[in-house]
């Protein structure tokens, strides 16, 4: 099973900066099959980023995604304030798919 | 746009089982993989497992074999997670999730998520 780390755990940060989140698996991820979520609180999750870089329906291009086979990155470039949320990494390249242990994104 | 409609919450007791259910609303889960993801209170998110519906082949994870199944009917687009032997530490929100398939992306639609409480 590919294990999933995340970091930091919270990111404090201000509207108008810049985030970077990271995820890194314990092995290669096939095909570059790695996502990015976002998760508000009472929400289900939205897709952000798939296959690494590729921008889900609708997110606007602040958001931005990079990395291959075990280091991964999740770039906001200018926070907005509906930004600040839970941001999860999902592998799914390899069964079982797994999902990182997520990282908070604080004002 | 589809959506992604759950049954309703549930209290069930230790030891009992649950079935949820996950029915796509104006479509069908034909190209799409359906996978369960639960989320237990103030944790994160842990994948279940996931069904192809046009070849019934299911994937499930180790920590849930032989607890968990997961079946879909074709016909009315409606998939179901079905979990036995129900303990204290499976009290969550369970989601249903789909993807296309065969592609690259990744769980893009999304149901609301049905609590499941266990409690004697």
């Known amino acids: 099973e590919i294990v999933l780390t995340q970091s930091p755990g919270t990111l404090s940060l201000s509207p108008g900066e810049r985030a970077t989140l990271s995820c890194r698996a314990s092995q290669s991820v096939i095909s570059s099959y790695l996502a990015w979520y976002q998760q508000k609180p009472g929400q289900a999750p939205r897709l952000v980023i798939y296959a690494a870089s590729s921008r889900a329906t609708g997110i606007p291009d602040r958001f931005s995604g990079s990395g291959s086979g075990t280091d991964f990155t999740l770039t906001i470039s200018r926070l907005e304030p509906e930004d600040f949320a839970v941001y999860y990494c999902h592998q799914y390249g390899s069964s079982p798919k797994t999902f990182g242990q997520g990282t908070k994104v604080e004002i | 746009q589809v959506q992604l409609v759950q049954s309703g919450a549930e209290v069930k007791k230790p030891g009992s089982s649950v079935k949820v259910s996950c029915t796509a609303s104006g479509g069908t889960f034909t190209g799409y993989t359906l996978t369960w993801v639960r989320q237990a209170p103030g944790q994160g998110l842990e994948w279940m497992g996931r069904i192809i519906p046009i070849f019934g082949t299911t994937n499930y994870a180790q920590k849930f074999q032989g607890r968990v199944t997961i079946t879909a009917d074709k016909s009315t687009g409606t998939a179901y997670l079905e979990l036995s032997s129900l303990k204290s530490e499976d009290t969550a929100v369970y989601y249903c999730?789909?993807?296309?398939?065969?592609?690259?992306?990744?769980?893009?639609?999304w149901g609301q998520g049905t609590l499941v409480t266990v409690s004697s």
């Open positions: 999730a789909r993807a296309p398939y065969p592609s690259t992306k990744d769980l893009s639609d």
